[in-house]
């Protein structure tokens, strides 16, 4: 098994925000360098999980599945691949936010199926 090559070197990343809990992230965003397209928030797995989940939002069931295109990062580094997200960080689980096409913001995605 190879090593990920991440798009961002580790030096690059600077301190955007205080939390550096955990979140969930897929290798479209962290090794193949795509910006947020939805994320989602549910409530914590334990205390140094955020809850946060983020996708570049076109990874289909399969490409989910299989946890070697996943992985968990200090949600900081999340901020560094896309500033885009700090807006919306605290807001409260459940939630979701799709990213607006062609603009730096998310909109609400209202009833999300956040399982």
């Not at 949600?75 to 896309?82: I, K, Q, S, V």
């Amino acid at each position: 098994m190879s090593e990920k090559v991440f798009f961002l070197p580790s030096e690059s990343i600077r301190t955007l925000i205080p939390n550096s809990n955990g979140c969930f992230a897929t290798d479209r965003i962290m090794v193949d360098g795509s910006k947020v397209g939805y994320m989602y928030r549910e409530e914590p797995d334990h205390p140094a999980d955020t809850g946060w989940r983020f996708f570049a939002g076109d990874e289909d069931g399969k490409y989910i599945d299989d946890p070697t295109h996943t992985g968990i990062y200090a949600l900081n580094t999340l901020a560094n691949y896309d500033p885009d997200i700090i807006p919306y960080l605290e807001t409260e689980a459940p939630c979701a936010f799709e990213k607006i096409q062609g603009a730096s913001e998310y909109r609400r995605v209202e009833n999300p199926a956040i399982e």
